[in-house]
Each structure stands twice: as structure tokens, then as C-alpha cells.
């Protein structure tokens, strides 16, 4: 993340993205929207490997490197980014892990029933992020609040060299001075829309973005 612009949500989280289904049901809305895929499979598997390339030009390789998921998709996609990190930079060590915000999010108060997750982090780290290249990894960038949440998150945890950030999709709508250094798709879209993420091994099915709902009328200039 870019000093002095970044303090993250990423969006798919229930407090950052409306929640739906990915599907017109039967009672929607006379002029809604049915939902629609913007990425495939394919699509994102290709995304994934650009920024893994995108990751090791940005910092001259691998050495130090960090990858951290927000849950729960953004687990996933980190595990992904790895896997890829390690076929073109053989000096990357694989680490990656899980970075829980739940404790560390603003709308405690509003949603107080919230799971508690756990932060794993690699066995090779003792525990410290100290002098890391950390790349936060998640789904869907959105008001920025979860990735605010996961940056307080990591100064528990110790003081990394830099903390990049990655997103699948950039949906805009930014409610706090965050950008990613890294996304997969920047996808325009109204408020009232929403945005969903679905993993072939966190959902079942295939990999695919998925976006429904309808633009509120005066939203769809700015669009």
C-alpha cells in the first residue's frame, strides 16, 4: 500500500459488500437486474498470474515476501498467489498465511455476534512479521474499512519492511484514503449493486465474479 493513501475493506465481507444471491430469484424486483459473471475461471486464473508477476517486478523478487489472506476468500487467493510466486521465483519461500481483522473492525458495535477466526502465520516466522515484505490479500476492495481493520491487525503482530495490498476485484466506493497496489479487475459499479466472489474450493462450482442488482438511475452516469 502507497504511504499516506492506504489505510484498507475489501468488500466482500458482510459489513463491506450487501450479501445476495448470485441469481434472479423469483420475487425480484420488477427492473432489477439479473445477476451477471464479469470474470470466469479462466479469467481469474489469469489474473492471479499477473499479479504474481506484478508482485516480483514491484519488489525485485521474492526475497522476504509475505502473503497474508483476509478471510475468507482472500485465504484462498493468497494460497493461489503462492503457489504461482514459487513457479516464477524460485527464491520465494512460500509463505503465506491468515490474517483475522474480526477484533479490529469498526462495526463491532453493529454486528457484536461476529466469529472470531484465527491469525496463522508460517511456523518458519516464529511469530513475527518483523522486516517482511507483507502483501495483504483479498477478494473485493470496496470502503476500505477491512483492510483499516487489517493494518491495526499487523501491528500486533510486529513491523514489517512495507505492506502492499492485493484485490482480486476493485469495486470503488472508497470510504478511507486506501488503493491497492495490485488488482485483478477494477469493476465500476453502483452501491446497489453487489459484488460476489465464488471459489471453486471455498463454494463449490467454478471460479467466477459474479455482480447482480440493478445501478440506482442517477448512479449509472457516474458508471
Known sequence: MNPGTRMPESGSTPSDTPGGTLGESPGTAPGTDAAR???GEADIARALTRIAHEIVERNKGAADLLLLGIPTRGVQLARRLAE?????EPAFSGDHGTLDVTMYRDDLRRQPTRAVGQTVLPGSLDGT?????VVLVDDVLFSGRTIRAALDALN???RPRVVQLAALVDRGHRELPIRADYVGKNLPTS???RVKVRLADVDGGVDAVVISGAPINHERGDR
Open 156 to 158: 500486533d503482530l510486529g
Open 37 to 39: 459473471t464479469v470474470l
Open 129 to 133: 512479521i518483523d522486516d517482511k515484505v
Open 84 to 88: 504461482r510466486l514459487a513457479q516464477i
Open 191 to 193: 452501491r446497489s449493486e
